[in-house]
Nanobody
Framework: QVQLVESGGGLVQPGGSLKLSCAAS????????MGWYRQAPGSQRELVAM???????NYADSVKGRFTFSRAAVRNTVYLQMNSLKPEDTAVYYC???????????????WGKGTLVTVSS
């Protein structure tokens, strides 16, 4: 069974930094795309950064220049370096991936359980 597990959330002051990690595990044959979404209280879930199947990383306009997506050499792990954090970045951050399980013919969409990031003084 495929799982995505996030870590690295917490409380940080405005202007501070955090680095989130997401590790995919289980019966993985292939990963097509992998990235991050977030959901603030009372808001819809939104894309933060996503590495697509063609190798392009897309960022939300609100995080460009402040957040950096990266992928480990062990390609089942991705990171989100978040700098110059603002109170409006407060949200639950979810890892998302399109993964082909070894027992499946097609890719399926998987979500982690999320990690809370709170930006407050």
């Amino acid at each position: 069974q495929v799982q995505l597990v996030e870590s690295g959330g917490g409380l940080v002051q405005p202007g501070g930094s955090l680095k989130l990690s997401c590790a995919a595990s289980g019966s993985i044959l292939s990963i097509n795309a992998m990235g991050w979404y977030r959901q603030a209280p009372g808001s819809q879930r939104e894309l933060v950064a996503m590495l697509t199947s063609d190798g392009v990383t897309n960022y939300a306009d609100s995080v460009k220049g402040r957040f950096t997506f990266s992928r480990a050499a062990v390609r089942n792990t991705v990171y989100l370096q978040m700098n110059s954090l603002k109170p409006e970045d407060t949200a639950v951050y979810y890892c998302n991936a399109e993964i082909q399980d070894i027992s499946q013919a097609n890719y399926a969409n998987y979500w982690g359980k999320g990690t809370l990031v709170t930006v407050s003084s």
